[in-house]
């Protein structure tokens, strides 16, 4: 694989994973992180990579013996997952009242959101009004032991070029996982908004596709039934999800929601959808593709 030396040090290569046309895979041979800005694959060990990539294990050694991180490839384990981030040092909880201008137009665009008190409170809502994400509204997430795994920060003016800005790291997590019971039925969304509007036992998406990461969880937990409530101009994407539940042996339940995301149907609403919903089968599905 060919590569060009960035100013920072890193180096850019063509992602094998994503295979886009453009040099997206940075890989850092310092600290041996590696990350594609395109499909999101990363990690913190370059030997690792290598493993991902099939390369034979003398050059696997030969690699690890030059970055001085060599353990014998025998005995290398994947890597634990760790998350590399914190909230934003600007970060300013939005329950709390505050003489920052952009405090009142942080609450106005949270309530033309649907967004309340309450909702503010149990998703530590915060806004920034400096740094790098100065103008948005930062909502964190926690995972099952309270541990920050991401946040998103979504600006709260209509004329800006980017609505969100994400962490510099990789999506591949389970997002308010703190607030989730496996036992029960579950929810998957695409947002962050649509997720605070359902409530209950829902995940956001932060896409169109569940991460590896929740793939393993639902299957480890062996969950049983899953709503899956993507907007309507994703029903091609709600298909192929509920495919891949089903395969996975899923209670699935692909549901309609009359041209409008769970936000705008909002709470009560969303959850007659789900009450008079029917359970997905793959007849269901050819049908939807062919209609499609």
Known sequence: MKSYEMKNGEHAFHCPFCNHHKKKLQVNCETQKWHCWVCNQGGHKIGILLRKLNAPKNIIS??????????????????????????????????????????????????????????????????????????????????????????????????????????????????????????????LCEGVFDAISIRRNVIPLLGKFPSKTLVKRLVEKKVKKIYVALDEDAKKDAIKLSKFLMDYGIQTYMLNLKEKDPSELGFSNFWKIIKNSKQSKFSDIIRERLNG
């Open 62 to 187: 030969e690699v690890l013996k030059i970055l001085g991180d060599y353990k014998g490839v025998k005995h290398e384990k994947d890597e634990k997952t760790e998350y590399d981030v914190s909230l934003p040092q600007c970060y300013q909880p939005l329950w709390k009242k505050s003489d920052d201008p952009l405090y009142k137009n942080a609450i106005a665009y949270l309530k033309r959101r649907g967004i309340t008190g309450i909702d503010i409170l149990r998703y530590s809502i915060g806004f920034c009004s400096s740094n790098g994400y100065s103008n948005r509204i930062i909502i964190p997430s926690y995972d099952a032991d309270g541990k920050l795994n991401y946040f998103i920060a979504r600006d709260m003016f209509p004329n800006s070029k980017f609505k969100y800005k994400n962490p510099p790291m990789s999506k591949d997590t389970v997002c308010f996982e703190m607030f989730i019971n496996w036992n029960e039925p579950i929810v």
